[in-house]
């Protein structure tokens, strides 16, 4: 009997803190979901590690515009975003980039700037918030325990 009930269990279930965050335009419209996880420690670490990086993603695309060979360019873009795609998944552990960079190319010229340096510039600024906001949460709960056992 026992036997029939560890059979019919189909999954476990446990909180990891990770956040279904969708990527929205300048016109409020969603482009894409990503996973992330604010109480990750390391993600400032893989996130400061990616940012500084980011000459070494881009090293395929150094004479770009002068090169008139189109097959050279498209390898060189190709190769490039390899290594970006790479840094970004690397960052939050699945598929971010196809949420990023599913729907626009992550080299395409966006306001003076390559449209991938405005996605990390902003994930910057999310992880930021949102790691504070967690370590705040936690310094409250963790207070708590302290003035407890003080007692």
């Known amino acids: 009997m026992a036997e029939n009930r560890i059979e019919n269990i189909a999954a476990i279930t446990v909180d990891d803190g990770s956040r279904r ?13 990503f ?57 939050f552990g699945g598929d971010a980039a196809g949420a990023f960079f599913g729907n626009m190319h992550p080299f395409s010229p966006v306001g003076g700037a390559f449209y991938c340096e405005a996605v990390l510039k902003a994930v910057g600024e999310y992880i930021s918030g949102q790691f504070d906001a967690e370590t705040a949460r936690f310094s409250d709960r963790a207070k708590q325990y302290l003035t407890e056992r003080g007692k």
Do not use: C, W
């Open 35 to 91: 996973y992330f996880h604010p109480t990750d420690i390391g993600i400032i670490e893989r996130y400061n590690d990616m940012v500084s990086r980011f000459d070494e993603i881009t090293e395929p695309l150094k004479g770009f515009a002068g090169e008139a060979d189109e097959a050279k360019q498209a390898e060189a873009l190709k190769t490039a975003e390899a290594k970006l795609y790479e840094a970004v998944n690397g960052l």
């Open 21 to 33: 965050v969708p990527i929205h335009n300048i016109h409020g419209e969603e482009i894409g979901v």
